[in-house]
């Protein structure tokens, strides 16, 4: 009585009615594979924009005017890795060691990019081991850090406002 | 969520297994899909669509299948299934890897969409595939519950990283399942068991293999060190996290088989595959190498059968150039066993044969770990002395004394011992063992508040 009132309704009726039913059922499926997986790839692709559309962009959402922009030697300091295979990159940072606001953006291939994110995540756990034990708010901002990768873009933002900056960088690429 | 999370071990899991343990039993496994599903949901949001695909897609097949009288018709199904399985793992898991490698090869300009791995593919696409293959062949049943099969093909202890569970296998279990406190109790005992080998051992571990891995030079003796603390890292890690969801199973009343049986206890490289992620090499066997023709044809197809199934064993666990070479890398190793030193090795002093063993597996996780072949040789290098830093040297003397005792308290838990004393206290003094969790427990607890390293290595497949 259980068995016969589980069975699915696409069950009755075996033969050639139900195979075209099945048939049908998984056009539909591969259907809406193809869209989804068409959103997926639309959400994680990005436009090709000159970096500097990006730099401007950044530098002009609310509080990176608070931040230091960072030449090749304070990234490297910062994140111990080397910016030089992006195509182009950019990192503002606070000077207060007890703020762990910072903002970068880089575009690249794959394997620049796959570099800098693995730099992102030593950064952000080197900083998590530092503040863990006594500063709940930077806590707080490091595990709420934006890592993005979109297209041939990487960006991550920790920080009061970076919600904010990541706006303004999605705003750019889409 | 991963398991060795504080919101996983003391709200996720506790609220799940109370709402399973309170559900009536028909509503049990609607209870597990929801909680799997949620699961799943709160690291991968948008993948979950991708796994209610393959439950869709699997479950229709299953019943086509059952439905469909000629041969002919059950093989246009199935190839049909399998061709769309394999197409959408490897388009999500791999179309990154081949863009990259065509663009390289070619000079082409080819987008790559750096799509985020879905968490789990490989496993819950492969459960799919030995489902729908069985149906075929005619060794199990169609599923004709939907949530039912969602529920097998979603569970969550062991949807993330396995063991790759057969539906025949818990087919019964889906039906009707009790776990009794006594099960419970166990099943909680691995847990813990589980939760210790990852966060005290394979955790601690790794700072040690990653220090070694991060050094531009290294002795010999350092090399070595941190090779055999990446073997220890990886082995607890992934031990762990299959202990984990076997006891999770046994929780909720599932007998999940065993996917680790002391791997590194083994007298061959033969041997340790069939201690190793018994789940996945079974699988390969199940549906790959017999098929293929396994060891019943003459010695060269038979060598090709093991290149086969070793280049797709490499490429399961990575979309990178370094896995296809790990995979061939046994490939060589197996057939030379098989067909050269496998008798010589027999003969051996089984501490000889061990040793023998582990250097080889030792170094293949060399090969597994480094995605920059350029990284790899220089590494590989290192452990045998081409542009070493010496024989030994500071580092090395400084590791060694500062993860003597962790290193020697892994390597004892590699062999069975500890794990049989626990067993035989638990059965004569249970609240002395009682303690003894509680107390493991709570290191975890303090370990997982206070620290931030917390990687998992096989959440890449």
Partial sequence: MTERRRRAPLRRGAGAGAQRRYTVVKWALLAALIAYAVLVVGANSARNVDFAVIRSAIAAAPGVSGLKPLDENGFQERMDASPAPCEGWLMFGSDDIMDVSEVMAAKGNAAALDDLESAVQRRLEAQLAVFRSYGVNQKDLLEGATVLRRGDYLFYAVGESADQWTDAFLACIR | ?461
């Fill in chain 2, 1 to 461: 969520m991963v398991f060795s999370s504080l919101h996983f071990l003391y709200i996720f899991l506790p609220v799940v297994m109370l709402a399973h343990r309170l559900a009536p039993r028909r509503l049990r496994n609607g209870v597990l899909l929801a909680a799997s599903l949620w699961f799943y949901a709160w690291g991968e949001p948008v993948y979950v669509g991708l796994m209610l695909f393959s439950v869709a897609w699997n479950y229709v097949t299953g019943l086509q299948l059952g439905a469909a009288a000629r041969p002919s018709r059950k093989r246009a199904i199935l190839a049909g299934a399998v061709a769309v399985n394999l197409a959408v793992l490897g388009f999500f898991k791999y179309y990154g890897f081949l863009v990259n490698t065509l663009n390289g090869a070619l000079g082409l300009h080819l987008p790559d969409y750096n799509l985020p791995l879905p968490i789990g593919i490989s496993f819950y696409t492969f459960q799919a595939l030995s489902y729908i293959i069985d149906v075929y062949r005619g060794t199990t049943k169609p599923q004709h519950g939907l949530v039912d099969f969602a529920t097998y093909i979603t569970m969550f202890p062991q949807l993330v990283a396995g063991p790759i569970v057969k539906y025949a296998d818990i087919e019964a279990q889906l039906r009707k399942r009790h776990a009794s406190l006594a099960q419970v109790g166990q099943g909680l005992e691995r847990v813990i068991l589980g939760l210790s080998k990852k966060v005290l051992l394979a955790n601690n571990l790794g700072l040690l293999a990653d220090s070694m891995r991060a050094a531009p030079r290294l002795s010999v003796l350092s090399a070595w060190l941190g090779a055999a603390a990446y073997a220890l890292q990886i082995y607890f890690d992934f031990s762990g996290y299959s202990d984990m969801a076997i006891g999770m199973g046994r929780m909720l009343g599932f007998s999940f088989a065993e996917n680790f049986d002391y791997p590194y206890r083994a007298r061959s490289v033969t041997g340790f595959w069939r201690r190793w992620h018994i789940s996945l090499s079974g699988w390969f066997r199940d549906y790959v190498y017999i098929p293929l023709g396994g060891n019943r044809v003459g010695v060269g197809r038979h060598i090709l059968n093991l290149l086969a199934v070793w280049l797709l064993t490499g490429l399961w666990h990575g979309a990178s150039w370094n896995f296809v070479l790990w995979g061939l890398y046994y490939a060589v190793l197996l057939i030379l066993e098989k067909y050269l030193t496998g008798r010589v090795l027999a003969k051996l002093p089984a501490a000889v044969a061990r040793t023998l063993t582990l250097i080889l597996v030792t170094v293949g996780w060399v090969i597994f770990s480094n995605t920059d072949f350029s990284d790899m040789g220089r590494y590989l290098g290192f452990l045998v002395g081409i542009g070493a830093g010496g024989f030994a040297d500071g580092t090395f003397l400084y590791a060694l004394r500062s993860n003597a005792l962790l290193i020697a308290f892994a390597a004892l838990c590699c062999g069975p011992g500890l794990r049989q004393w626990q067993l035989r206290l638990t059965g004569r003094l249970p609240a002395l063992a009682l303690v003894l969790f509680a107390a493991l427990l709570a290191a975890c607890t303090a370990y997982l508040v206070h620290g931030s390293y917390n990687p998992f290595l096989y959440f890449r497949f």
